[in-house]
T-cell receptor, first 114, second 114 residues
Framework: AQSVTQPDIHITVSEGASLELRCNYS??????LFWYVQSPGQGLQLLLK??????LVQGIKGFEAEFKRSQSSFNLRKPSVHWSDAAEYFC????????????FGAGTTVTVRA | EAGVAQSPRYKIIEKRQSVAFWCNPI?????LYWYQQILGQGPKLLIQ????????DSQLPKDRFSAERLKGVDSTLKIQPAKLEDSAVYLC????????????FGQGTRLTVV
């Protein structure tokens, strides 16, 4: 069965500082990987996705993520955080062999201090 | 392009009462998902439809939860009777369903069972 682990429950970062959110997955085949962001009271918005090809993917709002097969990781990064980036971030994994069902991690809450 | 529409946004009911949620996916999206998101956790898949057929409902508590997708478009999720532990946000999502496509989420329905 596929699973996703986000080791950090809560991260606090200063505005303008860099941010990295960790995601580790467990799945036998090559997975499809996603990062979603959820602001309070809102649904989930897709930040970026990885299906195949270049292992460094660019997303919206200045985010990027790198797929590392050897480490089973798909970490999310942003060079300079803005106050509006305060939200909850979810990593998700899916696979064709699993009917594209998305399994989500528990999420990482990001707080941005001035 | 209109997004995934869900209603109601909020619902408060007493335990043992029944409740229904409605979802209208993005036009042309064949796959529809219902997720349950308990506070502090990542979304958990309850049921996945492909057109009007069920792909996976292994996590749906079938003694109290039911879902249908009318004519392969709109969907309703029902809980009867509700328990306190059903308090959560219920998220509907849809995707093209042809592989390698991301899921788009609605804003969710926040259910409080008292």
């Amino acid at each position: 069965a596929q699973s996703v682990t986000q080791p950090d429950i809560h991260i606090t970062v200063s505005e303008g500082a860099s941010l990295e959110l960790r995601c580790n997955y467990s799945y036998g085949a090559t997975p499809y990987l996603f990062w979603y962001v959820q602001s309070p009271g809102q649904g989930l918005q897709l930040l970026l996705k990885y299906f195949s090809g270049d292992t460094l993917v660019q997303g919206i709002k200045g985010f990027e993520a790198e797929f590392k097969r050897s480490q089973s990781s798909f970490n999310l990064r942003k060079p300079s955080v803005h106050w509006s980036d305060a939200a909850e971030y979810f990593c998700a994994v899916g696979a064709r062999s699993n009917d594209y069902k998305l399994s989500f991690g528990a999420g990482t809450t990001v707080t941005v201090r001035a | 392009e209109a997004g995934v529409a869900q209603s109601p946004r909020y619902k408060i009911i007493e335990k043992r009462q029944s409740v229904a949620f409605w979802c209208n996916p993005i036009s042309g999206h064949a796959t529809l998902y219902w997720y349950q998101q308990i506070l502090g956790q990542g979304p958990k898949l309850l049921i996945q439809f492909q057109n009007n057929g069920v792909v996976d409902d292994s996590q749906l508590p079938k003694d109290r939860f039911s879902a249908e997708r009318l004519k392969g478009v709109d969907s309703t999720l029902k809980i009867q009777p509700a328990k306190l532990e059903d308090s959560a946000v219920y998220l509907c999502a849809s995707s093209l369903g042809q592989g390698r496509t991301e899921a788009f989420f609605g804003q969710g329905t926040r259910l409080t069972v008292v």
